[in-house]
């Protein structure tokens, strides 16, 4: 089983700053690209950010130079610094990795989701 545990979601106001975390855990051999989507109230889900194992990574237009992912491989990581926040960032956030099993099956993995409330 592979499994990931999201953690960092609450309630923030205008402005303000939060911090994801996401830790892959289980029988991983290996981790390709991951990420973060989020699912604002009758929304579809979207991408926020992905990073691949090298560094390379993709930001949603609206996210860009308020975000930063982070990774760290050997824990196998991801981090998601959210700053100067604003209402329309309100979602349940959820982080994905493609996950490559000990025994050699190639997973997409889902965290179960953390809600961020922006809000005064």
Same mark, same amino acid.
């Given at each position: 089983q592979v499994q990931l545990g999201e953690s960092g979601g609450g309630l923030v106001q205008p402005g303000g700053s939060l911090? =994801? %975390?996401? !830790? !892959? %855990?289980? @029988?991983? =051999? %290996?981790?390709? !690209? @991951?990420?973060?989507? &989020?699912? !604002?109230?009758?929304?579809? &889900?979207? =991408?926020v950010v992905a990073v691949t194992s090298g560094g390379s990574t993709n930001y949603a237009d609206s996210v860009k130079g308020r975000f930063t992912i982070s990774r760290d491989n050997y824990k196998n990581t991801v981090y998601l610094q959210m700053n100067s926040l604003k209402p329309e960032d309100t979602a349940v956030y959820y982080c994905n990795a493609e996950i490559v099993s000990r025994d050699y099956r190639s997973l997409e993995v889902w965290g179960q989701g953390t809600l961020v409330t922006v809000s005064s």
């Open positions: 911090r =994801l %975390s996401c !830790a !892959a %855990s289980g @029988m991983i =051999l %290996s981790i390709n !690209a @991951m990420g973060w989507y &989020r699912q !604002a109230p009758g929304k579809e &889900r979207e =991408l």
